[in-house]
Nanobody
Framework: QVQVLVESGGGSVQSGGSLILSCISH????????MGWFRQAPGKESEGVASLDRYGTTTYADSVKGRFMIDRDGAANTLYLHMNSLKPEDTASYYC???????????????????????WGQGTLVTVSS
């Protein structure tokens, strides 16, 4: 089965470090909709991280504001999450997701955001050590 959304860029870093996550969409049309990231730590419920709509409007969870930045390369059908000043509490699997709407709902600020999303990838693991 072909995965439509494929994440990469996860890894292990020390506290204060940086990573860039990438998400390639094999369905080019998805980059015209709301796309974003959510995460799930072991034993915890999922939580929104960031979203970006087709007009460039971004939304971030309070826990990542000022540290993470979401952007998109439409020509490459790729979504990015630039993560700086990483903390151990950022340790989680990160999932790229699509909401089939031109404007994003507020799922990036909510728990269990997948309830509002139509599609997500298999995730990429980020581990931050203290």
């Amino acid at each position: 089965q072909v995965q439509v959304l494929v994440e990469s860029g996860g890894g292990s870093v020390q506290s204060g470090g940086s990573l860039i996550l990438s998400c390639i969409s094999h369905e080019p049309g998805y980059t015209s909709y709301c796309m974003g990231w959510f995460r799930q730590a072991p034993g915890k419920e999922s939580e929104g991280v960031a979203s970006l709509d087709r007009y460039g409007t971004t939304t971030y969870a309070d826990s990542v504001k000022g540290r993470f930045m979401i952007d998109r390369d439409g020509a490459a059908n790729t979504l990015y999450l630039h993560m700086n000043s990483l903390k151990p509490e950022d340790t989680a699997s990160y999932y790229c997701a699509v909401e089939l709407s031109r404007v994003c709902g507020r799922w990036a600020e909510r728990r269990e955001p997948h309830k509002y999303l139509e599609l997500w990838g298999q995730g990429t693991l980020v581990t931050v050590s203290s």
